[in-house]
Structure formats: structure tokens, C-alpha cells
């Protein structure tokens, strides 16, 4: 029940589900936060020894927005309703996802840098 309820918060609407162009927002949406969820987690395990404060960030964020959307999802029955209410829990990811794409933005900078 709870896996539905997340689910529900931050993967409907399915593509199955969309009829119209605001449910395709919502549908793109998605997917640039699953992508950015995605990305963050890469910067996690991946990315170069980082420093403590931004571990604890991330999984401070996470937590939060984890804990939000499960609320959400469980109090809350209609889709129309969700999309509305999770902007609070999605805006919690931005932050703490940026900081982990850091590192590769500088990393990329660099090396345009150094070609010119």
C-alpha cells in the first residue's frame, strides 16, 4: 500500500493515462524529475569523493520528500489533487540534486576551457 501511494505521487500520470496536454505536462514532468532522481543518486556513488555536508543533504532532501509523498499519497485520493500538492516534495529534490550535478558541470567546464 505504501509503495502505491508514492507511486502515485510521483509516477502518475502513466503515459497510458494521458488524454489531454495538460496531463503531458505532467507526464514530462515526471520524467525530468525521475531523471534528475536518477542523476542525483549517479552523483551519490559515483561522482568523486564529495563532501559530507552534501551526503547528508541528499539524503535529508530525499528523506523529506520521501516522507512528504507518502503522506500524500495515502491521504489523498484524487490525481488532480496529488499533482497539486506535490510541488512542496518535488521543489525539495531540485536543491540537493543540483548539488551533486556539480562537480560534472565544473568538470565539463574545465575541459571546454582547456580546448580553448
Do not use: C, H
Not at 516522507?67 to 531540485?94: E, K
Not at 560534472?104 to 580546448?115: K, M, V
Request: aromatic content about 14%; proline content about 7%.
Amino acid at each position: 500500500m505504501a509503495s502505491g501511494a508514492v507511486a502515485a505521487v510521483y509516477l502518475e500520470p502513466w503515459p497510458q493515462q494521458v488524454q489531454g496536454p495538460l496531463a503531458g505536462v505532467m507526464l514530462l514532468e515526471n520524467v525530468f524529475y525521475l531523471v534528475l532522481f536518477g542523476g542525483g543518486v549517479a552523483g551519490l556513488f559515483i561522482a568523486r569523493k564529495q563532501p559530507a555536508w552534501r551526503s547528508l543533504l541528499w539524503w535529508a532532501a530525499l528523506g523529506l520528500a520521501l516522507g512528504y509523498g507518502l503522506f500524500l499519497g495515502l491521504t489523498i485520493p484524487f490525481l488532480g489533487s496529488l499533482m497539486r500538492y506535490r510541488a512542496g516534495p518535488l521543489l525539495l529534490l531540485v536543491p540537493a540534486m543540483v548539488l551533486f550535478f556539480r562537480p560534472f558541470i565544473d568538470q565539463l567546464l574545465q575541459q571546454s576551457a582547456a580546448r580553448n
